[in-house]
Protein backbone atom coordinates (compact mmCIF):
# COMPACT_ATOMS: atom_id res chain seq x y z
CA UNK A 1 0.00 0.00 0.00
CA UNK A 2 1.57 3.39 -0.87
CA UNK A 3 1.93 5.67 2.23
CA UNK A 4 -1.37 7.72 1.71
CA UNK A 5 -0.90 11.73 2.47
CA UNK A 6 -3.77 13.66 3.88
CA UNK A 7 -4.04 16.83 6.19
CA UNK A 8 -3.51 16.50 9.65
CA UNK A 9 -6.83 17.79 10.49
CA UNK A 10 -9.72 16.27 12.77
CA UNK A 11 -10.74 13.02 11.59
CA UNK A 12 -14.69 14.10 11.20
CA UNK A 13 -17.05 15.03 9.01
CA UNK A 14 -18.02 18.51 9.52
CA UNK A 15 -21.00 20.34 9.47
CA UNK A 16 -21.88 23.60 7.59
CA UNK A 17 -23.54 25.74 10.00
CA UNK A 18 -26.34 26.19 12.39
CA UNK A 19 -29.68 28.33 12.19
CA UNK A 20 -32.04 29.83 14.55
CA UNK A 21 -34.63 32.08 14.55
CA UNK A 22 -37.60 33.66 17.10
CA UNK A 23 -40.31 36.18 17.32
CA UNK A 24 -40.92 37.09 20.54
CA UNK A 25 -42.43 41.30 20.34
CA UNK A 26 -41.02 42.16 23.58
CA UNK A 27 -38.31 39.94 24.87
CA UNK A 28 -34.68 40.81 24.15
CA UNK A 29 -34.55 38.50 21.18
CA UNK A 30 -31.23 39.54 20.20
CA UNK A 31 -29.67 38.07 23.54
CA UNK A 32 -32.09 34.78 22.90
CA UNK A 33 -30.77 33.95 19.84
CA UNK A 34 -27.08 34.62 20.95
CA UNK A 35 -27.53 31.84 23.27
CA UNK A 36 -29.34 29.95 20.78
CA UNK A 37 -26.51 30.12 18.54
CA UNK A 38 -23.89 29.26 21.44
CA UNK A 39 -25.66 25.57 21.82
CA UNK A 40 -25.64 24.83 17.81
CA UNK A 41 -21.22 26.42 17.98
CA UNK A 42 -20.85 22.99 17.34
CA UNK A 43 -22.20 23.01 13.83
CA UNK A 44 -20.31 25.89 12.70
CA UNK A 45 -17.09 27.68 14.63
CA UNK A 46 -15.92 30.51 11.71
CA UNK A 47 -18.25 32.81 11.63
CA UNK A 48 -21.44 34.02 13.59
CA UNK A 49 -24.04 36.57 12.95
CA UNK A 50 -27.55 37.94 14.06
CA UNK A 51 -29.80 40.04 12.44
CA UNK A 52 -32.68 41.84 14.13
CA UNK A 53 -35.77 43.60 13.03
CA UNK A 54 -38.12 46.52 14.73
CA UNK A 55 -40.65 46.45 12.46
CA UNK A 56 -38.96 48.99 10.55
CA UNK A 57 -35.85 48.03 9.60
CA UNK A 58 -33.24 44.84 9.65
CA UNK A 59 -29.89 45.31 11.62
CA UNK A 60 -26.94 42.93 11.07
CA UNK A 61 -24.16 42.34 13.19
CA UNK A 62 -21.58 39.40 12.42
CA UNK A 63 -17.96 38.39 11.99
CA UNK A 64 -15.53 35.84 12.00
CA UNK A 65 -15.20 33.85 15.04
CA UNK A 66 -16.46 31.94 17.91
CA UNK A 67 -20.46 33.08 18.96
CA UNK A 68 -18.92 34.45 22.25
CA UNK A 69 -16.02 36.53 20.17
CA UNK A 70 -18.74 38.35 17.80
CA UNK A 71 -20.71 39.62 20.61
CA UNK A 72 -20.18 42.13 23.22
CA UNK A 73 -22.23 43.85 25.67
CA UNK A 74 -22.37 46.94 23.41
CA UNK A 75 -23.43 44.98 20.37
CA UNK A 76 -26.72 44.05 22.16
CA UNK A 77 -27.70 47.29 22.51
CA UNK A 78 -27.89 47.98 18.96
CA UNK A 79 -29.76 44.96 18.43
CA UNK A 80 -33.37 45.84 19.58
CA UNK A 81 -36.13 44.47 18.07
CA UNK A 82 -39.36 41.86 18.08
CA UNK A 83 -37.93 39.06 15.85
CA UNK A 84 -34.33 38.06 14.88
CA UNK A 85 -32.29 35.30 12.75
CA UNK A 86 -28.62 34.17 13.67
CA UNK A 87 -25.95 31.41 12.21
CA UNK A 88 -23.03 29.63 12.96
CA UNK A 89 -20.83 28.86 10.00
CA UNK A 90 -18.15 26.32 8.84
CA UNK A 91 -17.75 26.99 5.16
CA UNK A 92 -17.80 24.10 3.04
CA UNK A 93 -18.75 26.06 -0.19
CA UNK A 94 -17.21 29.33 -0.54
CA UNK A 95 -14.33 30.97 0.95
CA UNK A 96 -13.70 31.98 5.23
CA UNK A 97 -14.33 35.21 5.28
CA UNK A 98 -16.06 37.96 6.57
CA UNK A 99 -17.90 38.39 3.08
CA UNK A 100 -19.79 35.10 3.30
CA UNK A 101 -20.87 34.84 6.75
CA UNK A 102 -24.54 35.20 7.70
CA UNK A 103 -27.39 36.19 7.84
CA UNK A 104 -27.25 38.09 4.46
CA UNK A 105 -29.43 40.78 3.67
CA UNK A 106 -31.42 41.72 0.11
CA UNK A 107 -34.05 44.15 -0.79
CA UNK A 108 -37.40 42.52 -1.19
CA UNK A 109 -40.34 44.95 -2.14
CA UNK A 110 -40.32 48.05 -0.42
CA UNK A 111 -38.35 46.59 2.19
CA UNK A 112 -35.64 44.02 2.90
CA UNK A 113 -35.14 40.40 3.90
CA UNK A 114 -32.28 38.44 6.27
CA UNK A 115 -31.66 35.03 5.71
CA UNK A 116 -29.47 32.20 7.07
CA UNK A 117 -29.21 29.10 5.85
CA UNK A 118 -28.05 25.34 5.93
CA UNK A 119 -26.83 22.97 3.54
CA UNK A 120 -26.12 23.16 0.10
CA UNK A 121 -27.61 23.55 -3.23
CA UNK A 122 -26.49 21.27 -5.84
CA UNK A 123 -27.31 23.48 -9.04
CA UNK A 124 -25.94 26.57 -7.27
CA UNK A 125 -23.75 27.22 -10.16
CA UNK A 126 -26.59 26.36 -12.83
CA UNK A 127 -28.79 29.50 -10.80
CA UNK A 128 -25.64 31.61 -10.34
CA UNK A 129 -25.48 31.51 -14.07
CA UNK A 130 -28.62 32.40 -14.83
CA UNK A 131 -28.67 34.72 -12.10
CA UNK A 132 -25.48 36.56 -13.72
CA UNK A 133 -27.18 36.93 -16.94
CA UNK A 134 -29.82 39.01 -15.82
CA UNK A 135 -27.73 41.84 -14.60
CA UNK A 136 -27.75 40.64 -10.88
CA UNK A 137 -24.87 41.36 -8.88
CA UNK A 138 -23.49 38.83 -6.73
CA UNK A 139 -20.92 40.10 -3.55
CA UNK A 140 -19.77 36.29 -2.40
CA UNK A 141 -18.24 33.34 -3.46
CA UNK A 142 -21.32 30.88 -1.05
CA UNK A 143 -24.42 29.41 -2.59
CA UNK A 144 -26.47 31.10 0.11
CA UNK A 145 -25.86 34.15 -1.74
CA UNK A 146 -27.16 32.64 -4.74
CA UNK A 147 -30.57 31.14 -2.61
CA UNK A 148 -30.94 34.56 -1.21
CA UNK A 149 -30.46 36.70 -4.48
CA UNK A 150 -33.31 34.05 -6.01
CA UNK A 151 -35.61 34.46 -3.55
CA UNK A 152 -35.08 38.42 -3.83
CA UNK A 153 -35.93 38.02 -8.03
CA UNK A 154 -39.27 36.99 -7.28
CA UNK A 155 -40.04 40.53 -5.38
CA UNK A 156 -42.89 41.34 -6.30
CA UNK A 157 -44.97 38.84 -5.32
CA UNK A 158 -45.08 37.94 -1.23
CA UNK A 159 -41.98 36.63 0.35
CA UNK A 160 -44.57 33.47 1.23
CA UNK A 161 -45.08 32.53 -2.43
CA UNK A 162 -41.77 33.48 -3.84
CA UNK A 163 -40.81 30.91 -1.44
CA UNK A 164 -42.92 27.90 -2.77
CA UNK A 165 -41.64 28.99 -6.15
CA UNK A 166 -37.81 28.66 -4.75
CA UNK A 167 -38.84 25.04 -3.52
CA UNK A 168 -40.65 24.25 -6.76
CA UNK A 169 -37.36 24.86 -8.94
CA UNK A 170 -34.03 24.99 -6.86
CA UNK A 171 -32.14 20.81 -5.60
CA UNK A 172 -30.04 20.47 -2.88
CA UNK A 173 -30.27 20.63 1.09
CA UNK A 174 -31.56 23.76 2.71
CA UNK A 175 -33.03 24.52 6.12
CA UNK A 176 -33.84 28.31 5.88
CA UNK A 177 -35.04 30.63 8.21
CA UNK A 178 -35.57 33.85 6.83
CA UNK A 179 -37.25 36.91 8.03
CA UNK A 180 -38.70 40.39 6.76
CA UNK A 181 -39.30 43.87 9.06
CA UNK A 182 -42.14 41.71 10.46
CA UNK A 183 -42.60 38.19 9.68
CA UNK A 184 -40.15 35.12 10.66
CA UNK A 185 -40.20 32.00 7.78
CA UNK A 186 -39.09 28.93 8.48
CA UNK A 187 -38.21 26.40 5.21
CA UNK A 188 -37.50 22.90 4.95
CA UNK A 189 -36.43 21.20 1.63
CA UNK A 190 -38.58 18.64 0.26
CA UNK A 191 -36.52 15.82 1.21
CA UNK A 192 -35.91 17.10 4.99
CA UNK A 193 -32.04 16.47 4.62
CA UNK A 194 -30.83 19.21 7.16
CA UNK A 195 -33.20 19.30 10.19
CA UNK A 196 -34.97 22.11 11.50
CA UNK A 197 -37.45 21.96 14.63
CA UNK A 198 -39.94 24.65 15.93
CA UNK A 199 -40.91 25.44 19.88
CA UNK A 200 -42.80 28.08 21.79
CA UNK A 201 -41.49 30.51 23.59
CA UNK A 202 -43.84 32.57 25.61
CA UNK A 203 -46.34 33.64 23.13
CA UNK A 204 -43.82 34.16 20.43
CA UNK A 205 -42.17 30.74 18.69
CA UNK A 206 -38.49 29.73 17.94
CA UNK A 207 -36.92 27.97 15.12
CA UNK A 208 -33.23 26.27 15.17
CA UNK A 209 -31.56 23.65 13.66
CA UNK A 210 -31.65 21.40 17.01
CA UNK A 211 -33.79 20.78 19.94
CA UNK A 212 -30.56 21.92 22.00
CA UNK A 213 -30.41 25.72 21.09
CA UNK A 214 -34.44 25.48 22.25
CA UNK A 215 -33.47 23.83 25.83
CA UNK A 216 -30.95 26.98 25.83
CA UNK A 217 -33.06 29.88 26.13
CA UNK A 218 -36.37 27.48 27.70
CA UNK A 219 -38.39 27.34 24.73
CA UNK A 220 -40.95 24.26 24.53
CA UNK A 221 -40.53 22.15 21.26
CA UNK A 222 -43.83 21.77 19.53
CA UNK A 223 -42.31 19.72 16.99
CA UNK A 224 -40.03 19.19 13.78
CA UNK A 225 -40.58 21.18 10.42
CA UNK A 226 -41.75 18.48 7.54
CA UNK A 227 -40.19 17.97 4.35
CA UNK A 228 -41.48 20.46 1.74
CA UNK A 229 -43.00 22.56 4.56
CA UNK A 230 -43.38 27.16 4.92
CA UNK A 231 -43.90 27.74 8.17
CA UNK A 232 -45.01 31.64 8.68
CA UNK A 233 -44.61 33.45 11.99
CA UNK A 234 -46.39 37.33 12.52
CA UNK A 235 -48.48 39.18 14.74
CA UNK A 236 -51.00 36.85 13.31
CA UNK A 237 -49.86 33.92 14.89
CA UNK A 238 -48.42 30.43 13.00
CA UNK A 239 -49.59 29.34 9.48
CA UNK A 240 -47.98 26.64 7.99
CA UNK A 241 -47.65 25.51 3.90
CA UNK A 242 -47.14 22.01 3.11
CA UNK A 243 -45.73 23.11 -0.32
CA UNK A 244 -44.76 19.92 -1.87
CA UNK A 245 -46.37 16.68 -1.78
CA UNK A 246 -45.59 14.26 1.00
CA UNK A 247 -42.79 12.11 0.06
CA UNK A 248 -39.97 10.00 2.06
CA UNK A 249 -37.46 11.61 3.84
CA UNK A 250 -34.18 11.61 3.36
CA UNK A 251 -32.44 13.37 6.64
CA UNK A 252 -28.80 12.87 6.93
CA UNK A 253 -27.75 9.73 8.93
CA UNK A 254 -24.88 11.96 10.23
CA UNK A 255 -26.96 13.74 11.99
CA UNK A 256 -27.40 10.93 14.49
CA UNK A 257 -23.88 9.59 13.92
CA UNK A 258 -21.73 12.60 14.84
CA UNK A 259 -23.40 16.32 13.76
CA UNK A 260 -25.82 16.70 16.44
CA UNK A 261 -25.50 17.38 20.19
CA UNK A 262 -26.37 14.20 21.83
CA UNK A 263 -29.17 16.13 23.87
CA UNK A 264 -31.12 17.04 20.78
CA UNK A 265 -33.97 15.19 19.34
CA UNK A 266 -33.78 15.07 15.80
CA UNK A 267 -36.98 13.99 13.99
CA UNK A 268 -38.61 12.17 16.72
CA UNK A 269 -35.06 10.08 17.95
CA UNK A 270 -33.01 11.17 20.71
CA UNK A 271 -29.40 11.49 19.84
CA UNK A 272 -27.95 9.94 22.49
CA UNK A 273 -30.29 7.31 22.42
CA UNK A 274 -29.41 6.38 18.91
CA UNK A 275 -25.25 6.33 19.94
CA UNK A 276 -25.68 4.18 22.70
CA UNK A 277 -27.86 1.81 20.34
CA UNK A 278 -25.19 2.08 18.12
CA UNK A 279 -22.22 1.00 20.05
CA UNK A 280 -24.30 -1.93 21.27
CA UNK A 281 -25.07 -3.11 17.74
CA UNK A 282 -21.37 -2.75 17.42
CA UNK A 283 -20.73 -5.36 20.44
CA UNK A 284 -23.14 -8.08 19.13
CA UNK A 285 -21.42 -7.25 15.63
CA UNK A 286 -17.93 -7.51 16.60
CA UNK A 287 -17.08 -8.41 20.17
CA UNK A 288 -13.59 -8.40 21.58
CA UNK A 289 -11.90 -9.64 24.21
CA UNK A 290 -10.19 -6.47 25.28
CA UNK A 291 -9.09 -5.75 28.91
CA UNK A 292 -10.33 -2.48 28.78
CA UNK A 293 -12.84 -0.08 26.46
CA UNK A 294 -10.96 3.47 25.67
CA UNK A 295 -13.40 6.27 23.84
CA UNK A 296 -11.76 8.64 21.00
CA UNK A 297 -12.71 11.63 23.29
CA UNK A 298 -15.50 12.89 22.61
CA UNK A 299 -17.21 11.69 19.46
CA UNK A 300 -16.68 8.48 20.88
CA UNK A 301 -17.55 8.59 24.43
CA UNK A 302 -21.36 7.13 23.86
CA UNK A 303 -20.98 4.75 21.00
CA UNK A 304 -17.79 3.14 23.50
CA UNK A 305 -20.06 3.14 26.72
CA UNK A 306 -22.74 1.09 24.40
CA UNK A 307 -19.98 -1.19 23.76
CA UNK A 308 -18.80 -1.86 26.80
CA UNK A 309 -21.70 -2.39 28.21
CA UNK A 310 -23.24 -5.03 25.73
CA UNK A 311 -19.80 -6.78 26.59
CA UNK A 312 -19.61 -6.08 30.31
CA UNK A 313 -16.00 -4.72 29.58
CA UNK A 314 -14.50 -1.92 32.01
CA UNK A 315 -15.18 1.66 29.69
CA UNK A 316 -11.77 3.77 30.95
CA UNK A 317 -10.78 7.24 29.92
CA UNK A 318 -7.10 5.86 28.38
CA UNK A 319 -7.50 9.40 25.96
CA UNK A 320 -7.46 12.79 27.40
CA UNK A 321 -8.21 15.46 24.75
CA UNK A 322 -6.86 19.18 25.75
CA UNK A 323 -10.24 21.17 25.51
CA UNK A 324 -7.73 24.35 24.77
CA UNK A 325 -6.35 23.27 21.44
CA UNK A 326 -8.92 24.85 18.98
CA UNK A 327 -9.57 26.12 15.77
CA UNK A 328 -7.33 28.63 16.01
CA UNK A 329 -3.75 26.78 16.68
CA UNK A 330 -0.90 27.81 14.26
CA UNK A 331 0.02 25.07 11.95
CA UNK A 332 2.82 26.63 9.72
CA UNK A 333 4.66 23.20 9.49
CA UNK A 334 3.87 19.88 9.02
CA UNK A 335 5.96 18.82 11.94
CA UNK A 336 4.15 21.17 14.46
CA UNK A 337 0.86 20.26 12.34
CA UNK A 338 1.44 16.32 13.90
CA UNK A 339 2.52 18.10 17.56
CA UNK A 340 -0.81 19.65 16.82
CA UNK A 341 -2.68 16.22 17.90
CA UNK A 342 -0.51 15.41 20.46
CA UNK A 343 -1.44 18.59 21.95
CA UNK A 344 -5.16 17.94 21.25
CA UNK A 345 -5.30 13.86 22.51
CA UNK A 346 -2.90 12.36 25.35
CA UNK A 347 -2.80 8.69 26.26
CA UNK A 348 -3.42 7.77 29.83
CA UNK A 349 -0.41 5.56 30.37
CA UNK A 350 -1.88 4.24 33.43
CA UNK A 351 -4.91 2.72 31.66
CA UNK A 352 -3.35 1.03 28.50
CA UNK A 353 0.26 0.41 29.57
CA UNK A 354 0.46 -3.73 29.03
CA UNK A 355 -3.46 -3.44 27.69
CA UNK A 356 -5.42 -5.02 24.63
CA UNK A 357 -7.66 -1.94 24.10
CA UNK A 358 -10.89 -1.52 22.18
CA UNK A 359 -10.76 1.79 20.65
CA UNK A 360 -14.25 3.47 19.36
CA UNK A 361 -15.12 6.18 17.91
CA UNK A 362 -17.86 7.17 15.76
CA UNK A 363 -16.04 7.50 11.90
CA UNK A 364 -12.81 7.51 10.13
CA UNK A 365 -13.26 9.97 7.27
CA UNK A 366 -9.21 10.54 6.46
CA UNK A 367 -7.41 8.55 8.80
CA UNK A 368 -5.23 10.77 9.79
CA UNK A 369 -5.83 11.68 13.45
CA UNK A 370 -6.70 8.07 14.30
CA UNK A 371 -3.26 7.46 12.96
CA UNK A 372 -1.78 9.67 15.71
CA UNK A 373 -4.02 8.30 18.12
CA UNK A 374 -2.79 4.85 17.76
CA UNK A 375 0.97 5.81 17.24
CA UNK A 376 0.23 7.54 21.06
CA UNK A 377 -1.25 4.34 22.22
CA UNK A 378 1.94 2.68 21.17
CA UNK A 379 4.19 4.73 22.43
CA UNK A 380 2.13 4.39 26.18
CA UNK A 381 2.88 0.69 26.05
CA UNK A 382 -0.29 -0.75 24.84
CA UNK A 383 -0.39 -4.48 23.99
CA UNK A 384 -3.10 -4.60 21.23
CA UNK A 385 -5.33 -2.01 19.88
CA UNK A 386 -8.77 -2.84 18.24
CA UNK A 387 -10.44 0.01 16.23
CA UNK A 388 -14.35 -0.48 16.02
CA UNK A 389 -16.23 2.37 14.35
CA UNK A 390 -19.97 2.34 15.06
CA UNK A 391 -20.94 3.45 11.09
CA UNK A 392 -20.31 2.14 7.61
CA UNK A 393 -16.91 2.93 5.91
CA UNK A 394 -17.42 6.48 3.99
CA UNK A 395 -16.50 5.96 0.34
CA UNK A 396 -18.08 8.72 -1.45
CA UNK A 397 -18.85 12.58 -1.36
CA UNK A 398 -21.48 14.37 0.26
CA UNK A 399 -22.77 17.35 -1.93
CA UNK A 400 -25.29 18.70 0.52
CA UNK A 401 -23.76 20.51 3.06
CA UNK A 402 -21.13 17.86 4.73
CA UNK A 403 -17.49 18.57 4.36
CA UNK A 404 -16.25 14.97 2.58
CA UNK A 405 -16.56 16.48 -1.01
CA UNK A 406 -13.04 15.43 -2.37
CA UNK A 407 -13.24 11.40 -2.32
CA UNK A 408 -9.43 11.62 -2.72
CA UNK A 409 -9.64 12.38 0.83
CA UNK A 410 -11.93 9.36 1.86
CA UNK A 411 -9.54 6.77 3.22
CA UNK A 412 -12.27 3.62 2.56
CA UNK A 413 -12.89 4.77 -0.97
CA UNK A 414 -9.12 4.28 -1.83
CA UNK A 415 -8.10 1.61 0.13
CA UNK A 416 -9.17 -1.65 1.30
CA UNK A 417 -10.21 -2.58 5.29
CA UNK A 418 -6.45 -4.51 5.23
CA UNK A 419 -4.61 -1.47 4.23
CA UNK A 420 -6.84 0.91 6.06
CA UNK A 421 -5.55 -1.39 9.09
CA UNK A 422 -1.84 -0.92 8.31
CA UNK A 423 -2.38 2.91 7.32
CA UNK A 424 -3.93 3.30 10.93
CA UNK A 425 -1.49 1.15 12.83
CA UNK A 426 -4.31 -1.24 14.54
CA UNK A 427 -4.28 -5.02 15.21
CA UNK A 428 -8.10 -5.12 13.86
CA UNK A 429 -10.28 -2.84 12.50
CA UNK A 430 -14.22 -3.04 12.34
CA UNK A 431 -17.00 -0.59 11.05
CA UNK A 432 -20.49 -1.20 12.07
CA UNK A 433 -22.76 -2.61 8.58
CA UNK A 434 -25.13 -0.47 7.15
CA UNK A 435 -27.70 -3.26 7.80
CA UNK A 436 -27.34 -2.89 11.61
CA UNK A 437 -26.90 0.74 11.47
CA UNK A 438 -30.39 0.65 10.20
CA UNK A 439 -31.78 -1.47 12.33
CA UNK A 440 -30.92 0.54 15.11
CA UNK A 441 -32.52 3.04 13.62
CA UNK A 442 -35.80 1.09 12.83
CA UNK A 443 -36.56 2.78 9.75
CA UNK A 444 -35.77 1.95 5.93
CA UNK A 445 -33.12 3.35 4.00
CA UNK A 446 -35.02 5.73 2.01
CA UNK A 447 -35.54 7.68 5.19
CA UNK A 448 -32.00 8.58 5.36
CA UNK A 449 -29.50 9.91 2.96
CA UNK A 450 -26.60 7.27 3.16
CA UNK A 451 -24.98 8.67 0.00
CA UNK A 452 -21.63 8.85 1.20
CA UNK A 453 -21.98 5.20 2.35
CA UNK A 454 -23.38 3.43 -0.67
CA UNK A 455 -23.24 6.56 -2.94
CA UNK A 456 -26.79 6.04 -3.81
CA UNK A 457 -27.98 10.29 -3.55
CA UNK A 458 -31.58 11.42 -3.06
CA UNK A 459 -31.47 13.94 -5.56
CA UNK A 460 -29.81 14.17 -8.69
CA UNK A 461 -26.65 15.59 -9.18
CA UNK A 462 -25.97 15.38 -12.61
CA UNK A 463 -25.00 18.97 -12.97
CA UNK A 464 -21.79 18.20 -10.95
CA UNK A 465 -20.79 16.13 -13.46
CA UNK A 466 -21.14 12.93 -11.18
CA UNK A 467 -22.48 9.67 -12.16
CA UNK A 468 -23.95 7.67 -8.80
CA UNK A 469 -26.63 6.29 -8.38
CA UNK A 470 -29.98 8.05 -7.44
CA UNK A 471 -32.52 6.85 -5.71
Known amino acids: MKKAVFPLEEDKPREECGVFGIYAPGEDVARHTYYGLCALQHRGQESAGIAVANGHEIKIHKNMGLVTEVFAEDIFKQLKGNLAIGHVRYSTTGESSIANAQPLISPYNSGSIALAHNGHLVDAVVVRSGLLKKGLTLQTTSDSEVLLKFIASFSSISLPDALKKCMAKLRGAYSLVVMTEK ?163 RPVKEVVQSKSVALVDDSLVRGTTGRQ ?70 APAEEFCLACFNGEYPIEIAALGKCYKII
Open 183 to 345: QLIGMRDRRGMRPLCLGRFGKGYVLASETCALDSIGAEFIRDIKPGEIVCIDENGLNSLQVTPACHRSLCIFEYIYLARPDSIIDGEQVKTVRLALGRQLARECPTHADVVVPVPDSGKLAALGYATALGTPLQEGLKKNLWVGRNFIQPTQILREKTIKLKF
Open 373 to 442: IVKMLRDAGVKEVHLLVSSPPIRYPCYFGIDISDRKQLLAARYSLEEIKSYIGVDSLHYLSLENVLQVMQ
